[in-house]
């Protein structure tokens, strides 16, 4: 462990940037809370550490969850790339699977990340099984991509059955590179060895669209954290919920897309095993977004593709994140057919809500709540750093909502509040109930800025029988940055039945990816404690197309395997096949595991909530008004207990919770709602 005693966990959000110091000496935790800056995010994360007061040089490390890459995708910002292909394969990007944007027309407005006159084809051919049958003449990549060089920053080299060999992939790109230094090469085979033309080359594309992006970020981040006077570059929070080093960050920025979202649910398994709970949903309702995940058997379940856009599959470790446009900013109106409708346009963080006083003019979700004394406008979400103005939420909900549809503005503003309930709790239906799962076994996870607000409703909506809040829930993310792991993954396309794989090669490739993976953590500079080697198959019975994942133990036998992919796939489906297992490919987990302090528990006594009631207020619920108490959070010792309808305030978010759920506050500091009786 380091002898610097702090460690900073910075997760940059749509409406703003969250800092968290943790003192690994004292055990205390600060936050810090500022917008976030869309057009530099930099500037956001600098004015965060300028807040939290911790000196630079006592700052053992500063790790980082960043929307820099996601963002770059969905609002196709990212490079100008080229991409070089084999002869044949140039519309492979376009093309996909035959899915389509709109079910009806054959035409849709879906365009992928290279257009097609920046996609270029040479003479050259792989055979599944890795032999050469067209060699390739590196002049002729040379002279296919110089009529292009002078529009493009980055450029893909992907070539069919490049999984198997990447010897073609590797000339072209050397090619280019001795030409053309300072041009972006991502090479598909080289940066994702999987089966799969169209899933490989989409995810090389997102690589080369947002590696100069990241790089000219993550280098500016950088230089202004060692003028800062800061020791160490940031470590980089990954969508696997692993951190991997600046440097690695660079060479593989697709990895950070959605890492965010991963530190939460991270910081949320943590959450939910303190509270004794194995099983969560994850609930992160923020700004613009709504994201939701399952922890199951207390860790994250993990995915191998996840879709940035549509059309845009990315093929790396992923925490298996829903996102949906539901959050404070997410902005109501009237469609066409007369239809109530929230989201997923945002009014973020600038303008923001109408109550922001920028210069936002339509409804919001945070108006609506403010509307129906959900939010104190006196004392608004990010404590006395923003103030409200209750007057223009009722004006925008009244003039956009409620005289449209003939309702009072109170009806207008619930009836907001209950479409954008009802999709957030349809998305984690859909996570729980839609993989298999009663959420019965299940506690929702409720944080994010947001979160609170809305759990109580959620877990109604969703028959899940209680919701953890944890101490600081508008920052949780940023937490979930300080706990996360180092972590570095490795994959290898198999594509065979499993008698037929040799397990002697296999296994000496295993001990390959382990040294690399040590390696990589090694040159981190992260503090660990012991580093873990996970091994994983995906796998299927013959004539399937859909695989699963099965955690395997090395060294790798034919037998253990095929036990523990017939014992996933019986828990999974409830039957087996009387067929033969195909293994599809062997993945490879390396993680450095972080020194963490437990969280500390302390006895409770049961002792009502009065002592925490610092007011009472007029507060709508189901139609009418209630005289609610409001609390201070920092006032509600462990053991309290009472029942709703009462508002729960502090720095970062509010809580809160409907008539009649039970309320009390565990050893470990979360608060729990009880809506089963």
Request: net charge negative; proline share 6%; aromatic share 4%.
């Amino acid at each position: 462990m380091s002898d610097l005693p702090f460690v900073i966990g910075v997760d940059v959000g749509g409406t703003f940037t969250d800092v968290v110091v943790r003192d690994e000496v004292h055990g205390v935790t600060t936050l810090a809370k500022v917008p976030s800056t869309p057009k530099d995010q930099s500037i956001g994360f600098m004015d965060g550490l300028a807040q939290i007061g911790a000196t630079a040089e006592a700052v053992a490390l500063v790790i980082h969850g960043t929307t820099v890459a996601t963002n770059a995708v969905i609002e196709r910002k990212g490079v100008s790339c080229l991409l070089v292909t084999t002869e044949g394969f140039r519309d492979v990007l376009e093309m996909g699977r035959r899915d389509r944007p709109e079910v009806y027309g054959l035409r849709g407005s879906a365009q992928p990340l290279i257009p097609r006159h920046r996609r270029i084809e040479v003479r050259e051919r792989t055979r599944f099984d890795g032999s050469i049958e067209v060699a390739l003449d590196p002049a002729d990549v040379v002279r296919a991509v110089e009529p292009h060089i002078g529009s493009v920053e980055a450029i893909v080299v992907s070539f069919l059955h490049s999984y198997a060999n990447t010897h073609n992939e590797d000339l072209a790109c050397a090619a280019i590179r001795s030409r053309w230094p300072k041009v972006y090469v991502v090479g598909a085979g080289t940066s994702l060895p999987k089966i799969g033309e169209f899933e490989r080359t989409s995810t090389a594309a997102v690589h080369a669209y947002v590696q100069p992006i990241m790089a000219r970020y993550l280098r500016s981040l950088e230089s202004a954290m060692e003028h800062g006077g800061y020791r160490q570059s940031p470590a980089i929070v990954q969508c696997n919920g692993g951190i991997m080093s600046l440097a690695h960050a660079v060479e593989r920025p697709a990895n950070t897309v959605r890492s965010g979202p991963a530190a939460g649910v991270i910081a949320g398994a943590a959450v939910a095993r303190s509270a004794g709970y194995s099983n969560a949903i994850t609930a992160d309702m923020g700004g613009t977004s709504f994201d939701v995940a399952l922890v199951v058997d207390g860790e994250p379940v993990l995915t191998d593709e996840i879709t940035v856009d549509f059309r845009i599959p990315l093929l790396v470790p992923t925490i298996d994140v829903e996102t949906i446009g539901a959050g404070g900013g997410s902005i109501a109106r009237i469609d066409g057919a007369g239809i109530l409708q929230v989201g997923p346009e945002s009014a973020g963080s600038d303008p923001g809500p109408a109550c922001y006083g920028r210069g936002g003019q339509q409804p919001t979700v945070t108006d609506a709540n403010v509307v129906l004394g959900r939010i104190n406008a006196d004392r608004p979400i990010g404590g006395s750093r923003l103030d409200l103005d209750g007057d223009l939420s009722r004006q925008a909900v009244d003039t956009f909502i409620a005289r449209p549809l003939g309702l009072s503005v109170e009806d207008a503003a619930e009836a907001i509040l209950r479409v954008i309930d009802s999709r957030m709790a349809g998305q984690a239906r859909i996570m729980s109930v839609g993989r298999g799962h009663d959420p019965r076994d299940f506690a929702i996870v409720a944080f994010g800025g947001a979160g609170p607000l809305h759990a109580s409703s959620i877990m109604r909506e969703t028959g899940v029988p209680r919701c953890l809040i944890p101490p600081v829930p508008g920052v949780t993310s940023a937490i979930g940055c300080i706990d996360a792991d180092v972590q570095y993954d490795f994959v290898q396309s198999i594509g065979q039945p499993l008698q037929a794989v040799d397990l002697l090669a296999i296994n000496k490739l295993i001990d390959a990816f382990a040294d690399e993976g040590r390696e990589q953590i090694t040159k981190s500079g992260v503090p660990i404690v012991e580093v873990a080697v996970v091994i994983d198959a995906e796998m299927h019975f013959e004539g399937q197309r859909h695989p699963i994942r099965v955690q395997v133990q090395t060294p790798l036998e034919h037998a253990g395997i095929e036990a523990s992919f017939r014992r996933s796939y019986a828990r999974r489906y409830g039957t087996l096949l009387e067929a033969s297992p195909v293994v599809v490919e062997i993945a490879c987990r390396v993680i450095g595991r972080r020194p963490r302090a437990d969280v500390a528990h302390q006895p409770t006594t049961e002792t009502p909530l009065d002592e925490a009631v610092t007011a009472t207020r007029s507060v709508f619920f189901d139609g009418a008004w209630h005289d609610t108490r409001v609390l201070e959070r920092n006032r509600m010792a462990r053991g309290m207990s009472g029942s709703g309808p009462m508002v729960i305030e502090q720095d970062d978010t509010t809580t809160i919770v409907h008539p009649g759920v039970r309320v009390w506050v565990d050893g470990a500091a979360n608060v729990v709602l009880d809506g089963s009786s």
